[in-house]
């Protein structure tokens, strides 16, 4: 299929209310979305993306008045979280209501959903008239896309639409919140740190991945956010004895000898380039690339989250 590209909302929004896919920024990278109602429409998401069927998508809506076509009960410490930090990059799980189709949760009882609070995606979702799904707009296992051209690189001709905004303002994925049972539980960490949530609720909790039980959230068990050069977290400083084409991303000045490198202002300007850094790192053939460590709090417990899985990966 030709993928159309827009800088209208409007025209983007047309292709999700005739049941096509169309990607769009919001302000942490950019999703590729469905109506939430349309089964046929997100199993196109499922296979424009290769992403494994067991990994449920979160549902965008641009308005509070959405919830109820999306959740059976919002509990209290919900409806606090929601009041504190919608629209933003939090995403709530609460129980599932019976409309929404067991494809776009996974089979799970269970959604996730967030208002994105950037304009361009406020436009967009308005304009569908109906809660939206979306998945990252990568290719599955691949960095998220921070900007419209990277959606093109990995999703070209796979999906209907591609809704051109700026590139995303924070580059990391929302933090995604347990309300389901008390206390909530954090499953997986973004732009609202931790310490935002405890504000709101104090017992807030942080899901324990190597706990060794079946993931919570089923799509922290996938690979992820890897380029194909090989990731390696160094600490800052760290002189690498570099003998084949690499690269490195970090805080510190600037040491030499890299192929390509670069330097951040702040752990917020890392977290907004670093996956356009790694799409670029492969596009320039790079073998190697090698990241500063970062301290693990506020924004950088996110990055840091994001560094050991692409490491790992
Ligand atoms: O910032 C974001 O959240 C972006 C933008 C587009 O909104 N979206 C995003 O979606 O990152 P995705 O599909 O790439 O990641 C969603 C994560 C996955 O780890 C998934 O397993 C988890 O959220 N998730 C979704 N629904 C869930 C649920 N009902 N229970 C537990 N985890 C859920
Ligand atoms: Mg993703």
Excluded at 81 to 107: H, K
Excluded at 262 to 272: G, L, M, P, Q
Aim: hydrophobic share 40%; with cysteine.
């Amino acid at each position: 299929m030709k993928t159309v590209l827009t800088t209208s909302p409007d025209v983007a929004a047309g292709f999700i209310r005739s049941g096509g896919i169309a990607a769009f920024p919001t302000e942490t990278v950019y999703g590729l979305g469905a109506n939430v109602f349309d089964e046929a429409a997100i199993a196109m998401i499922f296979e424009a993306k290769m992403r494994p069927a067991d990994n449920p998508l979160i549902a965008h809506i641009s308005d509070l008045g959405e919830l109820n076509q999306l959740a059976s009960e919002v509990p209290e410490v919900a409806t606090k979280l929601i009041a504190a930090f919608f629209p933003g990059p939090l995403t709530i799980v609460l129980e599932r209501s019976p409309r929404v189709p067991s494809i776009a949760t996974a089979g799970l009882e269970t959604i996730g959903i967030r208002m994105p609070g950037n304009e361009l995606a406020k436009q967009f979702l308005t304009a569908c008239g109906t809660p939206v799904v979306a998945p990252s707009a990568n290719l599955s296992g691949r960095p998220s896309p921070t900007t419209w051209q990277a959606v093109q690189e990995d999703l070209d001709e796979r999906i209907d639409c591609i809704l051109q905004g700026d590139p995303t303002q924070l580059g990391l994925e929302s933090t995604v919140v347990d309300c389901t049972s008390f206390p909530p539980t954090v499953l997986r960490s973004g732009a609202i740190t931790i310490s935002q949530l405890r504000s709101i609720c104090p017992e807030t909790e942080i899901y324990d991945l190597a706990g060794g039980e079946a993931p919570r959230s089923p799509g922290m068990k996938h690979r992820h956010y890897s380029p194909n050069a090989k990731v390696v977290l160094v600490e800052p400083g760290f002189a690498a004895d570099v003998t084949e084409p690499s690269a490195r991303i970090g805080l510190t000045s600037e040491p030499t000898g890299f192929e390509y490198s670069i330097t951040c202002a702040s752990v917020e300007e890392y977290a907004r380039l670093v996956f356009e850094f790694f799409r670029a790192c492969d596009r320039r053939g790079i073998r190697t690339i090698f990241c500063d460590a970062v301290p693990d709090e506020g924004i950088g417990a996110a990055l840091m989250d994001r560094l050991r899985r692409a490491a790992a990966g």
